[in-house]
């Protein structure tokens, strides 16, 4: 039943006047497009997922195979037969413990350094004030655009007069540092404001102080970010343990997956199963660290 209020016209007599309509039941036109348009952007990434999950896949159920199933056309995607026993026999097929050890090693030791340096300099390019300070950092970050194989003569050449080559120091000395870290930290260094270490100042604690006991503190997305994107880049890295180290002994598992193929034929099941079993510590690294990498990666471009 309709309800009216009373209200009193100009001769004093009270006249109806209409009540507020009520809102509606919520949906209409415009809940049905937002409805539809979630489910299609829900859609998209279901797609582009699987899109990107589809070679892992692939190499996953290869792994299961004997090497003449890997390559038949069409894919056969469930094997006829599971070859569980690959997981068994690389490891005494190839030192497979061996070269994981060594790709652990040089890629926690190369994160290691490159948080520590790029975390540093990126401190004194985002709050020290010096002359030059733009235009060194913008000459260091050009450095990036630069190709690798630009420089890589001249790298290997010092490395031979220094006797590194054929060692792991090589490797880690040529990546303890990385103008992509500077840049990286240095974008989220600006995003803490300067009066905290202002004050930090006038308490006297000096700039050693401030980086170590304040801002590295505050950094920790900044810095999963970077250990994991070097963590990555290390452990998959191909080219420099391939130039560098020549003793079997000292082989990263990348490299140690080339014995696998032979000069007439390659065991591509067993490429395939040490390669998901090389996937797993970066998988393991990446889910420990997803929350942190995100908030880094979304936050570090924020001034």
């Given amino acids: 039943m309709n309800t009216t209020t009373l209200r009193k016209d100009s001769t004093g007599t009270a006249a109806p006047r209409p009540a507020t309509p009520r809102p509606g039941p919520p949906g209409g036109a415009g809940g049905v497009r937002a409805a539809a ?6 859609a998209g990434l279901l797609v582009l997922a ?25 894919i056969q995607w469930i094997p006829q037969e599971f ?4 997981f068994t026999e690389i490891w005494t097929t190839i030192p497979l413990l ?26 004194g390019f985002a709050k020290m004030r010096f002359p030059g300070r733009d235009v060194l950092f913008f000459g260091y970050i050009a450095t990036i655009a630069v190709p690798w194989q630009a420089y ?13 080559v054929n060692t792991h120091l090589s490797l880690i000395l040529l990546q303890a540092f990385g103008a992509f870290g500077v840049f990286l930290m240095r974008q989220f260094y600006l ?4 009066e905290i270490s202002e004050a930090a100042r006038l308490d006297g604690l000096s700039e050693y102080g401030i980086w170590a006991r304040i801002v590295l503190p505050l950094s920790k997305p900044a810095l999963a970010s970077l250990a994991l994107l070097t963590f990555v880049n290390t452990w998959n890295d191909y080219m420099g343990p391939f130039i560098y180290l020549t003793d ?5 598992v990348q490299i140690g997956l080339r014995q696998f193929v032979g000069m007439y034929d390659a065991r591509y099941a067993m490429i395939m199963t040490g390669s998901v079993l090389s996937v797993l510590p970066i998988l393991v690294v990446f889910l420990l660290g997803q929350r942190y990498f995100v908030q880094g990666i979304a936050t570090s471009g924020i001034k």
Wanted: charged share 10%; glycine share 4%.
């Fill in 152 to 164: 890589m003569v001249p790298q290997y050449i010092m490395m031979e007069k220094l006797g590194l």
């Fill in 83 to 86: 070859q569980w026993e690959n």
């Fill in 98 to 123: 061996t070269y994981l050890s060594n790709s652990l090693f040089l890629s926690v030791t190369i994160t290691a350094l490159q948080v520590l340096t790029g975390s540093f300099a990126a401190y």
């Fill in 248 to 252: 079997n002994r000292l082989w990263t």
């Fill in 191 to 194: 995003t803490i404001p300067d």
């Fill in 50 to 74: 699987a899109a990107i999950l589809l070679p892992f896949a692939w190499m996953l159920t290869s792994s299961l195979k004997r090497d003449n199933e890997v390559f038949t056309v069409p």
């Fill in 37 to 42: 348009g979630h489910v299609l952007l829900y």
